[in-house]
């Protein structure tokens, strides 16, 4: 993560909330984003500052996400829902053309990257297919375009 510009990285952990302030101090942290909900979510949103947004993308848990009750009612904590497909369905067109813009603009100044573990050409779609099911993986696997 320091690799791709993170200041911090901390990780997870029943401590988390106590690690995160001693990052922060007296400044706030607003977002949080989960992919793993449980009680890792729990642990996010007892980290975020007081109206902070814990914004969950995935189950990796395969558990629902925990959130504590005094962190909703006492502290404004918001738990909020992602998912692309959504994301796609309800932006406009132009939206959608904007938000890649500036993705493309982010790659091709090398400012934003993703590891790659492997590449497979369109008639090996099933070994690709089988390939990135693999459960830790280090990186995408993508599909290239034969020229």
Request: glycine share 12%; with cysteine.
């Amino acid at each position: 993560m320091k690799s791709w510009g993170a200041e911090v990285v901390l990780v997870d952990g029943p401590d988390l909330a106590e690690r995160v302030k001693a990052v922060v101090g007296d400044g706030s942290l607003r977002y949080a984003v989960d992919a793993v909900g449980g009680s890792a979510t729990a642990r996010l949103g007892a980290a975020v500052s007081p109206g902070g947004v814990v914004v969950n993308y995935g189950l990796l848990s395969g558990e629902a996400c925990h959130i504590s009750g005094v962190d909703l009612v006492f502290r404004g904590v918001v738990l909020r829902g992602f998912w692309l497909v959504n994301w796609f369905q309800h932006t406009p067109r132009e939206g959608v053309a904007k938000a890649f813009g500036e993705l493309i603009a982010l790659l091709a100044a090398g400012e934003l990257t993703t590891p790659i573990e492997a590449t497979y050409p369109l008639a090996r779609v099933r070994d690709a297919l089988r390939h990135a099911e693999k459960q830790a993986r280090g990186g995408k696997v993508l599909l290239v375009a034969e020229s």
